[in-house]
């Protein structure tokens, strides 16, 4: 259990690394609040089902506005404000050559990587105060950010990348409004979760997500750490192998 009992929101965790990340959040003692679509999948597991909470958060809904809460539960924005970790894992994957790629397609990968959360942190972090402040925020993107990749996944590295570059960036700005910032930056290699169902693609040689989550967990729950931390974690000859030495994009 970490020593200090603190409130955990996940963007994204009904399935693959988000519930893990959840579970392993009930197992340190930490208040859990999960979001997803469908957010009930999560809790019918035994290690969150009357431990962790859930709301509704469809981040592939395209927001009217600069607010629309529609998509999102009830308490989704309060416990959103409320955070003291807050993990951003929502995430899609397509993998196609980008000329068969689909408007919708493309529209879909964007809302649910970048436009949606971004709008929602916009709202978290403009209603904290100054004296305050802001959430950890632990960003999931993947290895596909900086490898170079010739197989179809040309939009998915463009939004991962431009998620790592974001959160990067929005750690410097949130350091000359508030005096404690932390922000955590993972990049996993290929996990065993969903994304791959039906994908024909051997899974085998990945990461278990649980796996994942707990070496995340140990570096987001450390006191001492340089604020913006970066990790990329990959299943290597058989052992899980976390590296937080930033990259450079990588050609193909």
Known sequence: MSEERKRVMIWGGSRGLGKRLAMESVRRGHLTWITG???????????????????RADFAAV????????FFGR????????????????????????????????????????????LRLRETIARRNDD?????????????????????????????????QFARNLHAE?????????????????????????????????ADPADVAAAIWSRVDLAERPPLLEMDIAQKDGRLVVDCTPHDPLCP
């Open 132 to 164: 305050g402040f802001p959430p950890h925020l632990v960003v999931i993107s993947s290895s596909s950010a900086w490898k170079g990749r010739d197989d179809g996944q040309a939009a998915y590295g463009a939004v991962q990348a431009a998620k790592v």
């Open 37 to 55: 679509r469908n957010p009930e999948m999560a809790m019918r597991d035994s290690d969150l089902a009357g431990v962790a909470k859930c709301d």
């Open 75 to 118: 308490d989704f924005h309060a416990h959103s404000l409320n955070a003291d970790i807050l993990f951003w894992v929502a995430g899609h994957w397509l993998r196609k050559p980008f000329w068969e790629c689909t408007p919708e397609e493309i529209q879909r990968l964007m809302s649910v990587h970048l436009l949606v959360p971004m």
């Open 63 to 70: 927001p009217s506005g600069s607010v629309d809460r529609g």
């Open 174 to 206: 949130l350091g000359r409004r508030f005096t404690e910032v932390r922000t955590t930056i993972v990049r996993p290699g290929g996990m065993k979760t969903e994304f791959f169902d039906g994908s024909g693609i051997d899974t085998a040689p990945f």
